[in-house]
């Protein structure tokens, strides 16, 4: 396990829990188009004739903002308790299952200033793997090889019964129903790495932590 490969996972969840999170602003965007590697993940963004004729503020006052809306807030509902349970309500209460395990690793949600109703909306998750691999981080950089395998392996749990129990067919259905290049890249991207990484983890606890 390389220091690099930590730090890509730390910036790709980070991108990811942002992008559908809230509706994106200017600096968002910015730090797409400033980084040639960020800005290779959107390969239609990237090359959308709108860009170059409109400013960013006119394409979110526009464009982004409502498909955001309509994704997140009107036609799709970004819950894993809408996906899991029989009667398809969203557990915005203290019962929800996502709730002691963010308890447990000292993760709170701030769900008036997130654009969310429910600690297990799919950017809160996001975020929550976000701030897992910053963790694993300060354990690479202690030397703690025990800390490393224990969060490895909360966040395969994480990924297996939680983000990939229900999020690709949420992603799935965003990337047929997105009207920006923006969130139909954020999508597909969100959905390829959530797989990629599962594999990613799987492969480091049985090279670094079985014995």
Not at 70 to 84: A, G, R
Not at 86 to 99: A, K, R, T, Y
Request: proline residues 3%; contains cysteine; hydrophobic residues 40%.
């Amino acid at each position: 396990m390389i220091k690099e490969e930590i730090e890509n996972r730390i910036t790709l969840y980070a991108l990811i829990s942002r992008l559908m999170m809230t509706e994106v602003d200017s600096a968002f965007l910015d730090t797409i188009e400033s980084n040639e590697a960020l800005l290779s993940l959107f390969p239609h963004y990237q090359t959308w004739e709108k860009r170059s004729k409109y400013t960013n503020e006119t394409l979110i006052a526009e464009q982004y903002n409502v498909d955001f809306a309509n994704l997140f807030l009107l036609d799709l509902i970004p819950y894993e308790s809408f996906y899991t349970r029989d009667d398809q309500m969203i557990e915005s209460g203290g019962d929800n299952p996502v709730l002691d395990l963010y308890n447990e690793y000292g993760f709170r949600v701030e769900l008036d200033k997130a654009r969310v109703v429910s600690p297990d909306h799919i950017g809160v998750e996001l975020e929550f793997m976000y701030m897992l691999c910053m963790a694993q981080q300060r354990a690479f950089d202690a030397d703690d090889k025990e800390g490393i395998c224990e969060l490895l392996d909360v966040q395969k749990s994480f990924l297996q019964e939680h983000l990939l129990e229900w999020a690709p067919l949420f992603l799935i259905n965003a990337k047929k129903e997105s009207r920006t290049p923006l969130y139909h890249d954020g999508a597909e991207l969100t959905l390829e790495f959530l797989l990629s990484d599962f594999e990613y983890i799987t492969q480091t606890l049985q090279s670094n932590c079985e014995h």
